[in-house]
């Protein structure tokens, strides 16, 4: 995969090795959940946002005052925890919605089998009414796609019958989706190794989520200077996947950064990717606000580099968003 990928690998592992009994005959469910914004942008607002890491719903409100009003705050979970009282807090008191990524004490098997319903159930009930969860976000990193797709409908199914105001959303690792990757193919052949091996289908899904970083020197013979994310062919390939299943698209990780050479302002690209975005169904984009990618005016971190053009760019994406 990318040139970067072993690394951002590891650090999902690090960052995210984050019901009502029903049976595994169960009906497709048909639970209203609340309907997504128009536009609503957040950040990942520290390199170890995940429970018990130290990160705080202050840190998040930090970020408001570099970037404005962010509504989404992402926050991701190992092994089945409940979401920490500070988030849910925070989406209760100051309006950062939450978006709680988690893995299960359990295997994708085991998820699909109903044995982690009960954790499952939990995690649902103890949620804010109107906030997102996604099981296993970036699961290429762990399983199969027939794996992920099974133990996916399981995690809706249950939480849905626990708290049907949830967005429930799958969260593909669409950066990594490179023609030539290793264990990629688009050869309509299927296997675990193709988009469509990965799609959870539209009845278990209530928007579908696509990751995107953009990196010069992961980008070969493709442009240096960062681009609009209409421009990068792995975010075609999946938004092409995906718009036609009816639901709504999101962007819940998007990091651009320029490595070689003179490093050029991301403004422009991140003013044509709101152009494209929001004419092509996307509710929700959120900024990873992490090293080579940060965007704020407080002290740039390690990897980093200062960009005010930058920074206005996603201060007017942010102004853009609906209250």
């Known amino acids: 995969m990318s040139a970067y990928a072993p690394a951002m690998a590891t650090f999902r592992r690090t960052l995210a090795t984050a019901a009502v009994v029903i049976l595994a005959t169960a009906a497709v469910p048909t639970a209203a959940h609340a309907a997504l914004p128009t536009l609503a942008v957040g950040a990942t607002t520290s390199a170890a946002d995940t429970v018990g890491s ?11 005052t570099h970037l404005g009003n962010l509504g989404i705050r992402r926050v991701f979970a190992s092994a089945g925890q409940l979401p920490p009282s500070n988030a849910v807090n925070c989406h ?4 950062a919605v939450l978006w709680y990524s988690f893995k299960t004490s359990c295997t994708p098997a085991g998820v699909a089998a109903g044995t982690c319903d009960t954790e499952i159930q939990n995690i649902a009930t103890a949620m804010p009414a109107g906030s997102y969860l996604t099981y296993n976000h970036e699961p290429e990193n762990d399983m199969t796609g027939v794996q992920f797709v099974a133990a996916f409908q399981r995690v809706y199914t249950v939480a849905k019958a626990a708290n049907s105001t949830l967005n429930v959303v799958p969260i593909y690792m669409s950066y990594q989706w490179r023609s030539g990757s290793t264990g990629v193919t688009n050869n309509g052949t299927g296997g675990d190794r193709e988009i469509q091996d990965w799609l959870v289908p539209a009845a278990y899904a209530d928007a579908y ?4 970083y953009w990196q010069a020197s992961t980008r070969g013979s493709e442009p240096d200077d960062p681009v609009s994310v209409d421009a990068d062919p792995r975010m075609i390939r999946w938004y092409n996947a995906v718009s036609g299943l009816g639901k709504p698209l999101t962007l819940p990780e998007w990091g651009i950064d320029d490595d ?3 490093r050029a302002s991301r403004g422009s690209a991140i003013r044509a990717s709101r152009t494209w975005l929001t004419s092509h169904d ?5 900024y990873w606000q992490l090293d080579n990618w940060y965007l704020g005016t407080s002290t740039v971190p390690a990897g980093g580099y200062a960009d005010p053009d930058g920074v206005a760019a996603c201060q007017e994406l942010v102004a853009a968003a609906t209250p």
Not at 92 to 95: E, K, P, V
């Open 54 to 64: 130290g990160n705080t719903c202050a840190g998040f409100l930090d970020e408001r």
């Open 282 to 286: 996307f509710h929700i984009i959120a």
């Open 260 to 262: 070689q050479g003179t």
């Open 209 to 212: 989520g696509l990751d995107l």
């Open 92 to 95: 209760n008191n100051n309006g």
